[in-house]
């Protein structure tokens, strides 16, 4: 299975700042790549697929982009409500594996 | 807008089966990619498996002797079975569609804890 390894695992932040999450594949997964936002207690929210792919509806402070194997999440402008754990998922070879997560809190 | 609920038991007992079923509303089950997806306690996500509106399904290799997910547009439900469960199985169950074939989710279930346990 290709491992998906996020970094930081936390990070602490204050609303207004710009943040920048990482995902690195163990093996090429080419731009299939997705991010997910997670609250306590709620289900994972699709944000972005395609490695950069807004989902409709989804804040244009969230961005992604790609560099070889490795992803990056960017939000600018932290909002209160952006605080939770992210999770990226290569959907290029199957299984689908998802990365352990990411969680931002508020500083 | 599409919604998805789990139903099912929230307590198993060890070698026995869970068996969890996801009711969709508000659109159509045909077309999509109907996936179920887990979550141990305070731990990450772990794709299941899927089954197409037309029956066809695909599993994670590392479940699937033990899985069986199938579809029923009649009542426009999907379910999971999971069998010779162990506490390992203990985890918050979500099902989800995949509207393109592609993997990603796009719209979840809110969960449903199923716990392992005599």
């Known amino acids: 299975d290709v491992q998906m390894t996020q970094s930081p695992s936390f990070v602490s932040a204050s609303v207004g700042d710009r943040v920048t999450i990482t995902c690195r594949a163990s093996?090429?997964?080419?731009?299939?790549l997705a991010w997910y936002q997670q609250k306590p207690g709620k289900a994972p929210k699709l944000l972005i697929f395609?490695?950069?792919s807004l989902r409709s509806g989804v804040p244009s402070r969230f961005s992604g982009s790609r560099s070889g194997t490795d992803f990056t999440l960017t939000i600018t402008s932290l909002q209160p409500e952006d605080f939770a754990t992210y999770y990226c998922q290569q959907t290029n070879s199957f299984p689908p594996t998802f990365g352990q997560g990411t969680k931002l809190d508020i500083k | 807008q599409v919604q998805l609920q789990e139903s099912g038991p929230g307590l198993v007992k060890p070698s026995e089966t869970l068996s969890l079923t996801c009711t969709v509303s508000?659109?159509?089950?045909?077309?999509?990619?109907w996936t179920w997806i887990r979550q141990p306690p305070g731990k990450g996500l772990e794709w299941i498996g899927y089954?197409?509106?037309?029956?066809?399904?695909n599993y994670n290799p590392s479940l699937k002797s033990r899985v069986t997910i199938s579809v029923d547009r009649s009542t426009k439900q999907f379910s999971l079975k999971l069998n010779s469960v162990t506490a390992a199985d203990t985890a918050v169950y979500y099902c989800?569609?995949?509207?393109?074939?592609?993997?990603?989710?796009?719209?979840w279930g809110q969960g449903t804890l199923v716990t392992v346990s005599s």
């Open positions: 395609a490695a950069s």
């Open positions: 089954v197409y509106y037309s029956g066809s399904t």
């Open positions: 508000g659109d159509s089950i045909n077309n999509y990619y």
């Open positions: 989800a569609r995949d509207n393109s074939g592609y993997y990603h989710l796009d719209d």
């Open positions: 093996q090429g997964i080419n731009s299939w």
